[in-house]
């Protein structure tokens, strides 16, 4: 899971790429306000995990671009 937080503005972006159990790859996205229990959760297929991974980097571009800094996501 990678996980982005733009301290300015108290937002978090966080995605993850994962595998169902019929072998089919998801992306997923979240993002909402640090200190708010709002936010929304997508969930998007990809055609394998190469195209995965690809739209991984997009995201992560596009995040710093915005001016979000990447962070450790907290382990349970």
């Known amino acids: 899971m990678r996980r982005w937080v733009h301290p300015e503005k108290a937002r978090y972006y966080q995605a993850d790429l994962v595998v169902d159990l019929l072998g089919d790859w998801s992306l997923i996205t979240a993002w ?21 991974v690809k739209r991984l980097a997009q995201i992560e571009r596009r995040r710093r671009q915005r001016g979000y800094v990447n962070v450790k996501p907290i382990e349970f």
């Open 32 to 52: 909402g306000g640090l200190e708010s229990h709002r936010g929304q959760v997508r969930r998007a297929l990809v055609a394998s995990e190469a195209e995965g």
